[in-house]
């Protein structure tokens, strides 16, 4: 954990919907009050509440799905598209007007009492409340909640669906984990004041404290692996040993070349993750990399991945150089995914939260963005360098390897490394802790 304390300090709320919201809280667990409280499903949830939460996520993971029927499936899902989604930036204009989506989470909360019962149990004991998702804040300020309140976006750019009604009078004050971001707070109507830039929230256990050794260290040894020929090592040298601390870079990994394939939390893009082993057999089967699938909590999908290792003749390779990672629980899921990535070197995943994971050194090969705020992370993710979206994932036994022998994927490893936020967790952390003691915003540059 990032301090060793002997007491929790707030109450970290999330939302079981998908892995996002709660791989945002999951960084936070050591500030948690008996424990992640999940908005949806914690014990004693009204059964009225429940049902809201319940047609909500299934909704959801159903037009998620919905999107890869054919001839249909992409209207279904850009008619839905459209309730969350991102107005462009420019030119910068007055955004404050809520939105359909707003209005509608706030008539639940008005005319269902939606959020009353959780509200009201955590008012018994006011710490500050930090969520990682907007309703939960909506919930808090509409019920009066007596601590202050935090929320947590969590993506580079955000929809106006994440600010209230009246945004210049809202008690919700904001983390925001990118300039963008919290310049699309300010456009939304948000008080400056109520904004503070603080990063994304990254595990400590990826990251080794503000000083960042955890980090540096595996992206030194993912260096080798990522550019053998040294074609970017030996042109930028001094940069590296520079931002990673180190006089001398490793000559040789401590891990075989690893690629790491998370399907997300709706099971969506399984197909994709088998094109890839398929793809890849025969370097797999010369030991050239190693390639884990990442089930998650879906039992079907890490059966459908050990049919497919079985089809693809590489069932000799399972758990060798050929990996499924599932887990029973999400918070197991968390624990053993961060402990995946300090021996994974790329890291192919849709442009999900998981772009911000770019700054423990790992370079994305992007699959394809699945609604208007993945869109706007792929954006982001090239913008800084740290990434680029996949080709052809049938020919990914040519072009990755390509892009190895360039020395490309040690240069997005670095930019990821440079230009993302890390500390995140700790900001988070400060602000929490201190903001009761008279704390004020704090500049950007402080936090970022």
Known sequence: ?????????????????GYGHQRAAHPLRHLAYDGIVNANSYNGIPAEDRNVWRNTRRFYEFVSRFKHVPVIGDDVFRLYDKLQTI???????????????????????????????????????????????????????????????????????ISRAWVTEFPSRTRIKYFAPTYR?????????????NIFLTGFPLPDENLGGPDLHIAKRDTAFRLVNLDPDRRYVMHHLEVIQAHLGRRRLPVQSLHPLMLTFPV???GAQRELAVIILNSLRQ?????????????????????????????AGLWSELDRHVHIMYAQTKDEYFT????????????WT??????????LGLPLVIAPPIGSQEVYNRHWIESIGAGTPQEDPAYAHEWLFDWLKSGWLAEAAM????????????????IVTEHGKGMHAIESTLLY
């Open 283 to 311: 370097k797999i089967q010369q030991h050239h990399i190693s390639y884990t699938m990442v089930a998650g909590i879906h039992n079907e999908v890490a059966s459908y991945f050990k049919k497919a290792v079985r089809d």
């Open 415 to 430: 930019e990821g490394f440079v230009e993302g936020p890390q500390l995140g967790t700790y900001n988070i952390e400060r």
């Open 336 to 347: 053993k995914f961060n402990h995946l990535l300090r021996t994974t070197d790329i890291l």
């Open 181 to 193: 971001v919290a310049d699309r707070l300010r456009l939304y109507g948000v008080k400056r004041q």
């Open 350 to 359: 849709k442009p999900s939260e998981l772009s911000f994971y770019t700054a």
């Open 1 to 17: 954990m990032p301090q060793n304390h002997s007491w929790h300090k707030a109450w970290v709320v999330s939302v079981d919907m």
């Open 87 to 157: 107005p462009d930036y420019y030119p910068e204009r007055d955004l404050s007007q809520p939105t359909m989506q707003v209005r509608q989470v706030l008539s639940l909360i008005r005319k269902r009492q939606w959020g009353k019962h959780l509200i009201m149990k955590l008012s018994k004991k006011p710490l500050p409340l930090v969520t990682t998702f907007f309703v939960p804040a909506f919930m808090a300020e509409y019920y009066k909640y007596p601590g202050e309140i935090y929320c947590i976006a969590t993506d580079t750019d």
């Open 264 to 266: 997300g939390g709706a």
